[in-house]
């Protein structure tokens, strides 16, 4: 009789219980490795497996399923952690984007009149109702209200004009560039 006969004729013997057991828990392809990692656990620790191997068989069955579901769950946790990652990180404006965006704001504010950036920044910076923005400014509620559209109107066509932004980056890349370069007057 070899060394192996023992272990083979178990192996007959049981892997169908040990399959139904682990069957009962997970799927046929999760099962049948199972089975085949509860037996690799008996081959090698074939000294400690008592004269009624089931029990014993079973036990390691049950860890082993124990073990995977540990792992998968890590796994899961890993993959939910990087699906995070990835948005945080994927997709965003790279760092010099905030600069460029604040340079092209502040020229496309300096273009607006004394009066107009006044009006803005009481509404956008100071956070005051138009009425309490007029008191402020010193004029009419309607008059403020005219120059706030106006002032609102003529930031955005600064902001969308591409000199804005050409002036921006020109001045985020060389600090030796006037920032009133895109306004100014070829002569």
Not at 81 to 103: K, N, P, S
Request: aromatic share 6%; hydrophobic share 50%.
């Amino acid at each position: 009789m070899s060394p192996n006969e023992p272990f083979e004729a178990t192996f007959q013997a049981l892997s169908a219980r040990v399959y139904a057991y682990a069957r009962r828990q997970c799927d046929p392809t999760a099962a049948q490795d199972v089975v085949a990692d509860t037996f690799l656990v008996a081959w090698r620790r074939w000294a400690d497996v008592p004269s009624d191997p089931l029990p014993w068989l079973l036990v390691v069955a049950r860890n082993t399923i124990a073990n995977r579901r540990r792992h998968d769950a890590r796994q899961d946790r890993l993959v939910d952690a990087v699906g995070r990652l990835e948005v945080l990180a994927g997709g965003g404006a790279g760092a010099d984007q905030g600069v460029l965006e604040r340079a092209a704001f502040l020229d496309a504010l300096r273009q607006l009149t004394e009066a107009e950036r006044e009006a803005l920044l009481l509404v956008a910076w100071d956070g005051l109702a138009n009425a309490d923005a007029a008191g402020v400014a010193g004029c009419s509620r309607r008059a403020f209200e005219v120059r706030l559209s106006r002032a609102r109107a003529r930031l955005t066509r600064a902001m969308s004009e591409p000199s804005a932004r050409a002036v921006a980056f020109a001045v985020a890349a060389d600090p030796a560039v006037p920032a009133d370069a895109g306004t100014r007057k070829q002569g």
